[in-house]
């Protein structure tokens, strides 16, 4: 080993944390400026729902949206000959005010949409848990092409039966 001229050995350098240290910081800062750009809704979609007076410090809730539901005949799907099973299917669609009456309307296409659809799903699909979820969201962008993206807001599903 070398020595020095007092014929001590030298201690290993230490290594700065200085990097990590400014790193944790620029984390932290980008963290913080990520949350505040999608809570307020400058990127991603709307700002909250909520604002908040400086008098009160209490959220103010916004009115509530002119919708209207217009509900979609209930349907009773062969879906499976072999086992004799069946789906019950009732829904409302969430349509703003205005577009009432086009949408009602359009209900014997939403319809077809929907048996068309929902006879083409596998009953392994429909037996999953997680399916719903998955079947409402291409329910309703089906419906929204058939209706026009603007109209129909949501789809709500009533009664999901399979028997």
Sequence with gaps: MAKT???????????????????????????GGGFYAVYTGLILGEPADF????????????????VRFVPVEPLVINVDEATGTHLRFRAQLEVRT?????????????????NSYLRA?????????TALVRLRAQMLRRIQ?????DRVNDLLIMEFVLN
Excluded: C, H, W
Excluded at 5 to 21: I, M
Excluded at 121 to 129: I, Q
């Design 145 to 149: 092409i058939v209706t026009g993206r």
């Design 121 to 129: 799903v596998d009953v392994a699909d429909l037996r999953d848990n």
């Design 98 to 114: 205005p577009y009432q009456a086009e949408v009602e309307n359009l209900l014997p296409r939403v319809v077809d949409v929907l």
């Design 5 to 31: 001229e007092n014929g001590e050995t030298p201690s290993p350098a230490k290594k700065s944390r200085l990097p990590f240290v400014i790193g944790l910081i620029l984390a932290i800062a980008g963290g």
């Design 51 to 66: 604002e908040v007076e400086s008098k009160e410090d209490a959220p103010q809730v916004k009115a509530m949206p002119d």
